[in-house]
């Protein structure tokens, strides 16, 4: 699995695991940032178009981050 960028840092380190409870669980290995993906929120990112925009929950928030490119809607209002 390649790394993606990072919701945190936005270096490319952020990479994903299935815990026991096949729960995804991104975690970048630079900065240390983990937070957990909804997958049944994936979709198509709003900026390149590509379906890697992935819905991540961390501490009460929730938002969309492309792994790929690095935008986020939320950012961007």
């Known amino acids: 699995m390649s790394a993606g960028l ?3 840092c936005k270096r490319l380190g952020f990479v994903w695991s299935l815990d026991a409870d ?3 669980q991104w975690y970048c290995s630079l900065c240390g940032f983990v937070a957990v993906e ?3 929120k994936e979709a198509a990112c709003a900026a390149c178009g590509r379906r890697s925009a ?7 928030r929730q938002y969309y981050w492309c792994v790929l490119c690095g935008f986020s809607p939320e950012q961007a209002a």
């Open 6 to 8: 990072c919701a945190n």
């Open 38 to 40: 909804d997958e049944s």
């Open 54 to 60: 992935v819905w991540l929950v961390r501490d009460g």
């Open 22 to 24: 096949r729960v995804t």
